[in-house]
């Protein structure tokens, strides 16, 4: 069987959903586990037959994902995101990548300490590009 990479996705909202469609359309992707404060979010993860967690710590240590996806409110990145780095874990985060300079900055650091890529997604932008050029 080939490798996959295996995904953790934190934040289940709108926004996730569209992530949780894309890694089930990746066939090198694995999603291993959803993470969110609502327990609601476990709908999702057992309809895309996956581990649920409330808690971001838990699930990196108990599934040791090589990336995650972060699609909380950006008021709520920062400690998720530095979570990942410091568990040896790659992120791709939604935009805005936080929501005050001096929280990018703290995850920059942290990146480059632990030696870790930090992506920001712009999903929504290149929609909303994309529809735009369709309508011409």
């Given amino acids: 069987e080939q490798h ?11 926004i996730g959903k569209r992530h949780l469609q894309a890694i089930s359309e990746v066939a090198e992707a694995e999603l291993v586990a959803i993470v969110d404060t609502d327990p609601l979010a476990e709908g ?3 309809k895309a037959n ?3 967690f409330s808690s971001t710590r838990q699930m990196l240590r108990e599934m040791q994902p ?3 996806i972060v699609c909380t409110p ?3 990145h920062l400690k998720p995101v530095l979570a990942s780095i410091e568990h040896n874990t790659h992120v791709l985060v939604e935009k805005p ?5 001096d929280q ?3 995850i920059v650091e942290h990146s480059k300490r632990f030696n870790k890529q930090v992506l920001v997604g712009i999903t929504g932008a290149i929609r909303n590009r994309y529809s735009k050029q369709n309508e011409l």
Avoid: Y
């Fill in 50 to 52: 996956t581990r649920f």
């Fill in 74 to 76: 950006t008021e709520d």
């Fill in 66 to 68: 090589h990336g995650v």
């Fill in 44 to 46: 999702p993860a057992t």
């Fill in 4 to 14: 996959k990479t295996k995904l953790g996705l934190i934040g289940a909202g709108t």
């Fill in 104 to 106: 990018a900055q703290q």
């Fill in 97 to 101: 990548i936080a929501p005050s300079l």
